[in-house]
């Protein structure tokens, strides 16, 4: 999401950058080019102009015509615009005492509510508390088995009362259930239709009053646009909304919700949801946010996830064995089985400075962590200690053993020797030095210094009458 917006911001920051001066003719048309290409975002166009207004309002105020670097100065204001636009979010969930603490569930069919319910479980687990999911869709056929199903691969109870039609009395029987089995969470499925009717939003209705919700989240599909910003408007008025959970945040979606649904509804993104695992629902951070929209990355995203899926005391070994200088390709691959629990190597990069406008040109697949896995595991014991010893017959042995080209063997030693360096500087570093170390990663990609791999051509079969032309050229 956001590389079409993304790239229109940096070619508007990119113009005004290569002047020594602007005019204020220079600022409005900046911004004429920064409204349009919020307009193709599917951005609401009240909010595109309104935001265009005031980054101009402060452009002009701030004497952004007499600064000395008009493209930085400029950046600044739209970065923080946006995170006004966006916010303020408290992306916590607070929980009442006694419990339980109920949350209800809205959305329309088709946006990701059921699944969303069990990756919103997941996440309060992993904050100490024991959730309940409540079974309430009983218009989609098999929606409270989908629930079950969810359910167990979150380990989380789901409360279901079979045969029941009326999921008012389903909503109502699962608080006393809560409290006998000491969950202390309790999520509301509720049932969604393909459109807002009053059918639907009159049970919605119904269950609040009869659970009275201590929060309701909208769940939208933000591939829909600006109808996700139209149903929140819709579902606020009746229900009077928490917050809104943005689905398939990691699609190709061009990101018009996101920047629209606070604006025209008053009511934050809380959650986003980046992939299909149930573990792949983040909070909403504005500031963070912004800065991915304006191709700047999202270190303390990088490092937060790093910190939950890394083993501390391995890392502690590993640090150890950095400042002795002795990080093996051992070590380089075991990082790496590290670094794909954070996801995918191109959702990766987009969190690192400066990486956003390079991964077109770097090529990136995605398969990068498992060839240069299968790379590694091709070499002898003495060749992943000592990558020194890698020549060219060995390159060539380690290529045919893995599938790869002998240039992929040669560029990943070349990127391992160079990283293998870094990480010896950054061994004595502190917590504050080392949040450079991304930037200098992205640096290392924007420089085309990361490993290229070929999809290995099947040589072409020659004729006898070919083969005989060839032989004959070679003696000449």
Do not use: W
Request: aromatic share 4%.
């Amino acid at each position: 999401m956001f590389e079409a917006l993304t790239e229109k911001f940096n070619d508007v920051f990119r113009k005004m950058s290569g002047r020594g001066r602007i005019s204020e003719d220079n600022v409005r048309d900046a911004m004429r080019q920064v409204r349009q290409a919020l307009l193709e975002a599917d951005v609401n166009y009240a909010v595109a102009r309104q935001f265009c207004d005031d980054v101009t309002r402060k452009a002009i105020g701030q004497e952004v015509i007499q600064s000395l670097r008009p493209g930085e100065l400029m950046v600044k204001i739209v970065h923080d615009e946006l995170v006004e636009l966006m916010g303020p979010v408290d992306p916590k969930v607070y929980y009442v005492s006694p419990p339980p603490t109920i949350i209800m569930m809205a959305g329309l069919q088709g946006s990701g509510k059921t699944t969303t319910c069990g990756k919103l479980a997941k996440l309060i687990m992993r904050q100490g508390h024991h959730p309940l999911m409540v079974a309430c869709d009983l218009q989609r056929p098999a929606a409270v088995d989908q629930l079950t199903i969810v359910g167990e691969q979150a380990g989380c109870p789901v409360f279901r009362i079979e045969g029941e039609k009326n999921p008012v009395k389903v909503a109502r029987k699962s608080l006393p259930h809560a409290r006998e089995n000491n969950c202390d969470v309790v999520i509301i499925d509720t049932a969604g239709r393909l459109h807002i009717d009053e059918e639907m939003m009159k049970q919605a209705e119904d269950i609040a009053s009869a659970t009275h919700p201590h929060q309701i989240y909208l769940v939208c599909d933000s591939m829909t646009g600006q109808d996700a910003v139209n149903s929140a408007k819709e579902f606020n008025e009746r229900l009077e909304l928490d917050g809104v959970i943005l689905t398939k945040f990691d699609s190709d979606a061009r990101g018009g919700a996101a920047l629209s649904v606070k604006a025209v509804t008053g009511k934050p993104i809380k959650f986003m949801g980046v992939g299909e695992k149930l573990d792949a629902l983040e909070p909403f951070h504005p500031d963070r946010m912004a800065g991915r929209i304006l191709g700047m990355g999202d270190v303390v995203t990088l490092v937060e996830k790093a910190q939950e899926e890394f083993d501390a005391e391995q890392q502690a070994k590993m640090q150890a064995k950095m400042a002795e200088g002795k990080f093996t390709l051992d070590d380089f691959l075991a990082q790496m089985r590290q670094m794909q629990k954070l996801g995918p190597l191109k959702q990766i990069l987009k969190l690192m400075p400066g990486m956003g406008g390079q991964l077109d040109a770097m090529q990136v697949q995605g398969d990068e962590f498992r060839k240069m896995e299968s790379i590694i595991c091709s070499m002898t014991k003495a060749e992943r200690e000592n990558p020194g010893v890698i020549e060219a017959s060995r390159r060539r042995r380690i290529a045919r053993g893995s599938g790869a080209e002998p240039q992929d063997v040669s560029g990943l030693v070349k990127s391992f020797g160079m990283m293998a360096n870094m990480m010896k500087q950054m061994a004595g570093m502190g917590a504050k030095d080392r949040m450079k170390f991304a930037q200098q990663m992205g640096q290392m990609g924007a420089a085309g210094q990361m490993p290229q791999f070929k999809t290995k051509q099947r040589s072409k079969r020659l004729s006898k009458k070919e083969r005989a032309k060839r032989k004959k050229k070679r003696r000449r």
